[in-house]
């Protein structure tokens, strides 16, 4: 529809350079300083985040490829366009909004879910009804740990389950609010364990055996971590 708005009839991408997209690939190989070998869900991720920082800024010194003078067909204004728009009506600062703010909760998520693995390794978990409720099979929850894997054919990285994360945020949302209320107490660490304990259920542990141990675990290394 664009290309038609501007009197184009016929379109030929043979004749197109291929210099952008050999460049933009040679992007995705130097992701993470080496990403030569994707799997699907690393490449679908990687590819997202270029495609749209392609957007927002076309060129930067840091790039292994000469500067490219072209200017591209679409970009993210004309994307979220309010006169554009076949949809309900929404403004540009609106749309702005919702953007950023899928952003920030999306870094959340997943610096959360980094961190979260960080403390689960703490554990030194040795029970597999333990292993199996903090950790869990790589997911979207996951994207920056794939990320930081030295090898794409063996993982090292511990990838925690959701509801290690969801408890992980627990812990650290109370802390927070607790020192900023009750910085000054005594005996802050117990008492911000006895407020998160008798707050939350926590049933996302499977393991009554080693439950109670495991968890005052967690908790502390989260609340020292976040100090």
């Not at 392609?54 to 010194?61: E, G, N, S, T, V």
């Amino acid at each position: 529809q664009i290309l038609k708005g501007q009197g184009v009839k016929l379109l030929r991408p043979r004749f197109f350079s291929s210099d952008p997209i050999e460049n933009f690939f040679g992007q995705v190989r130097a992701y993470n300083y080496r990403n030569n070998d994707p799997n699907c869900h690393s490449f679908q991720s990687t590819f997202k985040s270029l495609l749209i920082t392609r957007f927002l800024q076309f060129h930067k010194d840091t790039f292994n490829c000469e500067d490219d003078p072209a200017n591209p067909i679409l970009n993210l204004k004309q994307l979220f366009n309010e006169k554009e728009s076949s949809g309900p009506g929404h403004s540009v600062s609106s749309i702005e909004k919702i953007v950023e703010q899928a952003r920030r909760e999306r870094i959340n998520m997943h610096s959360r879910a980094f961190t979260a693995g960080w403390v689960v390794r703490k554990l030194q978990l040795s029970c597999d009804v333990c292993k199996k409720s903090f950790t869990s099979d790589e997911n979207d929850l996951h994207e920056w740990i794939s990320h930081r894997e030295f090898s794409k054919n063996k993982n090292r990285l511990c990838y925690p389950s959701e509801g290690a994360v969801r408890c992980f945020g627990a812990v650290i949302s109370e802390t927070n609010e607790y020192l900023e209320n009750n910085g000054h107490n005594n005996n802050i660490l117990q008492n911000i364990k006895s407020l998160i304990v008798s707050k939350y259920s926590f049933d996302f542990i499977n393991c009554t055996e080693h439950r109670s141990r495991v968890l005052e675990k967690f908790i502390i290394i989260t609340i020292r971590c976040s100090q």
